[in-house]
């Protein structure tokens, strides 16, 4: 069956159109969290630091209030004061940096309790009691140090480290859905008794919750008490609470009121609710909710997409809602996130932590199944891709292999100037630089020490600029004091590039910016200079002799040999001409009939793509998969901003242009890495987080 044969019933355009919105739910919610997760917790944290600032600015009203306003029974007034000043100084400074947040929450969880049982029953109290049991069981969001620093810490071997990540985990996957149970409960009480009851109970938050109007808080008390569609139900308490807010009900308790609602609608109702059991209940009602069965599959037009890396994910993910079958296939299990090879090559991050498996990333897509091979070759007639001796057919064909480095015609320099495109790459390049210095250290011939302590990178585009960047940084400041007889920072890093100006297809202001900053580090950057030898001992630059034993290549790339596979001319480069929406013309049958080809005007891009901006997102081009002639596709990565370097890069968008560290932010602050989401142009979810923010 081809795409235009597929017939869509009502009923799976239902299901398509509820599993859209819930998807676009699930991401706005996902997105929001991380903002609304960082308010809650400087609004804490505000809250109790300032009354901890009063209190040591007037000792004496604060024993005064421990003594007769409070009095503990369980403790003596002095030590009380001088425990809560501690704590309301300490602990919110660690809640707002989501450092040790579940450590920060646990006193300030008591010291509310404390406050509410033997002071004042505020309803204030109780909403803040249950954000810091929030944070007490589940910890702090994406924009805290905590997740920052998690991965590193459950590897290290600190005593207790990885006994407390694993019981982090536990809490959030074992105590969260009982904490969220309990919330529920506890609020859809408090709304039934406010509703009904003329008292207000001071644990239930009696007096703010009667300002909801009866029959919304009864409605909201029954769905919020056995969890059915608690996000809608909490945005209406909270869209009620603000009405109520601005009609002149007490402000500050509402405030608290709506925080505390938003972790609901933006977190749902947890495990233990019947909003758990709908995806269940509308895959029996509606069939191909959660996606199309098997048998459906079978009969779908069937997408194959070659590559994981960021074109072909983005594709894939793109397909999702589409009734298509989708085999993704690579020769690696994992997406490879490039642009922080550089990190690995100098020992920044570690190889897993840029390294996602594919089938994670595609665990809830029902529509694509990720297959793991090497293509050799396409037959166009047969429609099939050749992988390690198995034909998979295809309607639609995505080629997404990408490139690798080219040394142009001058293979035999490979193992002497390793490039750096995979995690191996990364590896080498790190275990010969590490070993550099060692080399340096244990020589006594000074021209040795020299030659071994000069590190040289041919090219000066993105990835020559990232090298020379951190290998300087890591010869000036990561290993200042580690060696006894060299100075590491007294390394030479020499940056060879042809080009008049480094960057050379970034604006010149930029370019600019990262020759400043590549100098401050010391970087030596020899423009005009072309490399015409390249051995064990060194380079030829220019006709004259530098002593390196540490070349690295970044000076080019060719596409992968996508180009042969289809019969389709390219350019030098293995570059392919693609039409507007990326479909690619194979050579025509007879010369001279395929105006695309030798001849045309049209600009080459790459079928097996580099770096072609000008292209549009393979996601877009991909959107809705109309026939095409041959039915093959090349895929371009979505642009992407620079990655968050340190040293000098620049972001170049076309309307903004960013350098330094205003690049770093944006680029580190970007909303799909920060929540995770695989389609992130620059990243790929999962692995993002960890190695945007490290780097
Ligand atoms: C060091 C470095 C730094 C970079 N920094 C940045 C940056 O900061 N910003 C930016 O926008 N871009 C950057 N880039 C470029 C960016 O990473 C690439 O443009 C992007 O990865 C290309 O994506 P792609 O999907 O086309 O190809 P790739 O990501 O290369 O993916 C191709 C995939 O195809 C698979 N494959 C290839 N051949 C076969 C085969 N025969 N059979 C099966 N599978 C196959 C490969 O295993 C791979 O997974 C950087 C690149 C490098 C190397």
Same mark, same amino acid.
């Given at each position: 069956m081809s795409a235009t044969q597929t017939v869509r019933t009502p009923q799976t355009q239902l299901a398509d159109s509820i599993r859209r919105g819930t998807d676009i739910l699930k991401w706005s919610s996902q997105g929001t969290w991380p903002v609304v997760d960082l308010a809650i917790r400087l609004w804490l944290a505000q809250a109790f630091f300032v009354s901890g600032v009063l209190k040591v600015g007037n000792w004496e009203t604060a024993l005064n209030l421990a003594r007769y306003e409070y009095p503990v029974p369980w403790i003596d007034p002095v030590t009380a004061a001088y425990l809560g000043a501690s704590i309301e100084l300490v602990a919110p400074v660690l809640l707002a940096l989501g450092l040790a947040t579940r450590l920060a929450a646990l006193p300030l969880l008591l010291l509310t309790l404390v406050m509410q049982h033997y002071y004042v029953a505020l309803d204030e109290q109780l909403f803040w009691a249950w954000l810091f049991a929030g944070y007490l069981v589940?910890?702090?969001?994406? !924009?805290s140090l905590d997740r920052l620093l998690a991965p590193g810490l459950a590897d290290s071997? !600190?005593?207790?480290a990885s006994a407390a990540s694993r019981a982090a985990r536990w809490m959030s996957i074992r105590v969260d859905p009982i904490y969220r149970l309990g919330l529920r409960l506890w609020l859809a009480g408090g709304l039934a008794l406010a509703a009904i009851a003329s008292a207000p109970h001071p644990w239930l938050a009696g007096r703010t919750l009667a300002v909801m109007p009866q029959a919304l808080a009864l409605a909201c008390a029954l769905l919020l008490a056995v969890g059915l569609a608690t996000r809608p139900a909490a945005l209406l308490l909270a869209a009620a609470a603000l009405g109520a807010g601005m009609a002149g009900a007490p402000a500050a308790h509402l405030a608290w009121l709506v925080l505390l609602l938003a972790g609901l609608l933006l977190r749902g109702g947890g495990a233990i609710s019947v909003d758990r059991l709908i995806p269940g209940l509308l895959e029996r009602v509606l069939p191909g909710y959660a996606g199309p069965s098997s048998v459906e599959l079978a009969a779908l037009p069937r997408v194959v997409i070659v590559g994981a890396g960021f074109g072909g994910i983005a594709c894939a993910r793109e397909l999702r809602h589409e009734p298509v079958s989708v085999t993704l296939i690579d020769r690696q299990n994992y997406h490879l996130f490039q642009p922080l090879l550089y990190q690995v090559a100098t020992a920044g991050l570690a190889p897993s932590d840029i390294a996602s498996p594919i089938r994670e990333l595609f665990r809830e897509q029902r529509n694509a199944r990720v297959l793991l091979g090497s293509v050799t070759t396409v037959d166009r007639e047969r429609r099939e891709v050749h992988m390690d001796g198995k034909r998979i057919p295809y309607d639609y064909l995505v080629l997404a292999t990408g490139a690798s480095h080219s040394y142009f015609g001058r293979d035999d320099w490979a193992p002497f100037a390793p490039g750096l495109k995979r995690v191996e790459d990364a590896t080498e390049v790190r275990r010969r630089l590490l070993l550099a210095f060692e080399r340096a250290e244990a020589s006594d011939d000074a021209a040795e020490r020299d030659a071994q302590m000069t590190f040289l990178i041919v090219g000066g585009g993105p990835t020559g600029v990232e090298l020379a960047g951190a290998i300087a940084e890591l010869a000036r400041y990561g290993m200042a004091q580690d060696f006894r007889d060299i100075d590491p920072a007294q390394a030479r890093v020499i940056l060879v590039q042809s080009?008049?100006?480094?960057?050379?297809?970034?604006p010149e202001p930029l370019s600019a910016q990262a020759t400043r900053a590549l100098q401050a580090l010391g970087v030596q950057i020899m423009t005009h200079s072309r490399v015409t030898d390249i051995d064990d001992a060194g380079v030829l630059v220019n006709g004259e002799r530098i002593a390196s034993r540490t070349v690295l290549w970044a000076a080019g790339v060719v596409a992968s040999p996508a180009a042969a596979w289809l019969g389709a001319e390219a350019d030098r480069a293995g570059r392919v001409p693609v039409g507007p929406d990326l479909t690619v013309t194979p050579r025509s049958p007879r010369p001279g009939r395929d105006s695309r080809f030798p001849g045309s005007r049209r600009r080459p891009s790459k079928a097996a793509d580099t770096q072609p901006a000008s292209l549009p997102r393979g996601s877009r081009a991909d959107r809705r998969l109309r026939p095409s002639p041959t039915g093959i596709r090349a895929v371009s990565p979505p642009s992407a901003a620079r990655p968050?370097?340190?040293t000098s890069a620049g972001s170049g968008y076309t309307a903004l242009r960013l350098g330094g560290c205003g690049a770093w932010c944006m680029c580190s602050s970007c909303w799909e890495c920060a929540t995770g989401s695989p389609s992130c142009g620059t990243g790929s979810g999962p692995i993002s987080p960890t190695a945007a923010a490290r780097a």
């Open positions: 589940s910890g702090a969001g994406p !924009l071997a !600190l005593p207790l080009a008049p100006r480094i960057l050379p297809t970034f968050p370097w340190s």
